[in-house]
């Protein structure tokens, strides 16, 4: 085969590629090519726009040190357990991922709402969360905590199950193994996992929209604030969303930074 | 220390298609269990740690049950006191030389006995000589040195037993032959009942007085080196003791 064909064909699969990139890359370029810094300021400037970002920032923290809270332990017993019925739950737990947002929005509304399946059974109607920041909260925590889960689980299956042995041959508590030893050893897939379920809360939009409505201030969230803005002023849309895309690239970059050390941190000491 | 002079195991188990059934006694001091690729060495010490389970047995060391199927005891493993070292040591990536030994000593005691753990660990280090190692990373320390550590690490709660799964294995031929005399004459010292797994030759004879063999989930001989040498009761043991002996 001559050189000119091997380039050619080399060629062919680089151009095929990069034609991808480049659609993935060129609209987000746009959101920072097609504006000017005093049409980003100005954007910034709409009264929807603070509020939102306040919420997005409160609601979102608060989610995350929920999915944290609970997710951390969830993903150990995951991890460590062998039966069925815990695999069985891990599908279910992972489901969220895959499902639409807005099926996502109606599950919790059927759940949760006024009319929900547990209201009136586990708590009064006037505790229905819907429609409140707390359902903003809630929506968060149902599509953002399957990914911490999931990550969580991976970097705690590769602890080297002789290190978990030998701590309890000294007399380790499960506690105290899942404190000083797993959760230092699974620390940089923690954090990543932590960030990717940031990311998605910062983002949610269709659950949000169904289960808690678009109420300034109280659950119109940063997406949700894009959505009126558009219907206002694009530039508001636009800055906003650049305020999105910087954070999310911060965000990814952490993920990328902490799953680059995951293996050493995890592994045996042969 | 004042150990127990004996560590009785008698057990039987299914490990996947593998049959272990294991009678055997230690003295106060090292007996060396060799055998085939897939005998069931390394599933014997999981079955005595606790962490596989076993169909009926039996286990004592000194005058403490810790498992007995008939009478309904199966202590767990963080009951057991044993004091065991995995092929590659286990070490904690994330602690130093000092902080694996203070894992071990605070996982074993009170909180109200931890002032005397720095002095037991300072002990530790100066007996195996690592005193000058302490405040080092796991990941900076040679073979040798990851090993004694384990050792010192085990041996830190006072194990009543001690369990070695190829305790030299992950050395390379000049380091293992340094650590095997270490090894050897340290282990005698302990007078603590001990079960050194090993594939190799001159660990089983260099490392204990008494050596078991086990094939395809039994002990097939047990006895001295020069037990085996003299009448081996198959034909793995002969050519076990073969690969010991120089070239002809």
């Known amino acids: 085969m001559s050189v000119l064909r091997l380039r050619a064909e080399r060629w062919v699969l680089v151009v095929t590629g990069c034609a991808l990139a480049a659609f993935l890359i060129l609209p987000l370029l746009a959101l920072f090519a097609t504006t000017t810094i005093p049409d980003f300021a100005t954007g910034l400037g709409y009264s929807l726009v603070w509020p939102a970002l306040r919420l997005s920032l409160l609601t979102t923290l608060t989610s995350l040190g929920l999915v944290l809270l609970f997710g951390t332990p969830l993903a150990w017993v995951l991890a460590r357990a062998q039966s069925r019925l815990v695999r069985a739950i891990e599908t279910a737990v992972q489901l969220p991922i895959v499902i639409p947002p807005a099926v ?46 999931q990550a969580a689980t991976s970097a705690f299956r590769r602890i080297d199950e002789r290190l978990v042995i030998v701590a309890r041959s ?40 169904m289960f808690a409505g678009n109420l300034e201030g109280q659950t119109q969230t940063l997406p949700l604030a894009i959505y009126t803005a558009l219907e206002i002023d694009l530039r508001a849309a636009q800055a906003i969303s650049i305020v999105l895309v910087i954070v999310a690239f911060v965000l990814l970059l952490t993920v990328r930074a902490a799953l680059s050390r995951a293996p050493k941190a995890g592994g045996p000491t042969p | 220390m004042n150990a127990p002079l004996a560590l009785q195991v008698n057990i039987k188990a299914r490990v996947g298609r593998l049959v272990l059934e294991v009678e055997l006694e230690t003295g106060p001091g090292p007996l060396i269990i060799i055998g085939p690729n897939g005998s069931g060495k390394t599933s014997l010490l999981s079955l005595i740690l606790g962490v596989l389970p076993v169909e009926s047995g039996y286990l004592q060391i000194g005058q403490n049950v810790i498992l007995d199927t008939e009478r309904g005891i199966d202590k767990p493993l963080e ?10 040591y286990a070490l904690f990536p994330h602690l130093t030389v000092r902080e694996n030994i203070a894992f071990a000593i605070a996982s074993s005691k009170p909180q109200s006995m931890l002032p005397s753990s720095a002095q037991r660990v300072t002990e530790l280090l100066s007996e195996l000589s690592l005193s000058a190692r302490g405040g080092q990373r796991i990941q900076t320390l040679s073979g040798g040195e990851k090993q004694r550590v384990a050792l010192a690490r085990a041996l830190s709660v006072s194990p009543h037993a001690l369990l070695l799964d190829e305790p030299l294995s992950a050395l390379d031929v000049h380091s293992r032959r340094e650590v095997r005399g270490f090894l050897a004459e340290y282990l005698q010292r302990l007078e603590l009942p ?7 030759a001159a660990d089983a004879q260099q490392l204990g007085d008494r050596i078991a063999v086990l094939e395809d989930g039994r002990i097939t001989q047990c006895g001295a080196w020069g037990e085996l040498v003299a009448r081996p009761a198959t034909r793995f043991v002969e050519e076990f003791i073969s690969s010991a002996m120089p070239p002809s």
């Open chain 1, 104 to 149: 996502a929005g109606v599950a919790l509304l059927l759940a949760f709402g006024r009319r929900g399946m547990l209201t009136g059974r586990l708590y009064p109607q006037s505790w229905a969360a819907a429609f409140s920041t707390t359902a903003v909260v809630m929506a968060e925590v149902f599509v953002s905590a399957p990914f911490f889960v």
């Open chain 1, 170 to 209: 000294f007399g380790a508590t499960p506690l105290r193994v899942f404190f000083r030893l797993a959760l230092p050893l699974a620390a940089p897939g923690l954090i990543a996992g932590a960030a990717m379920s940031w990311a998605r809360a910062l983002g949610e939009f269709g659950a949000t929209l």
């Open chain 2, 79 to 88: 009951h057991r006191q044993l004091g065991y070292v995995p092929q590659d």
């Open chain 2, 194 to 200: 001990t079960l050194v797994v090993t594939h190799d």
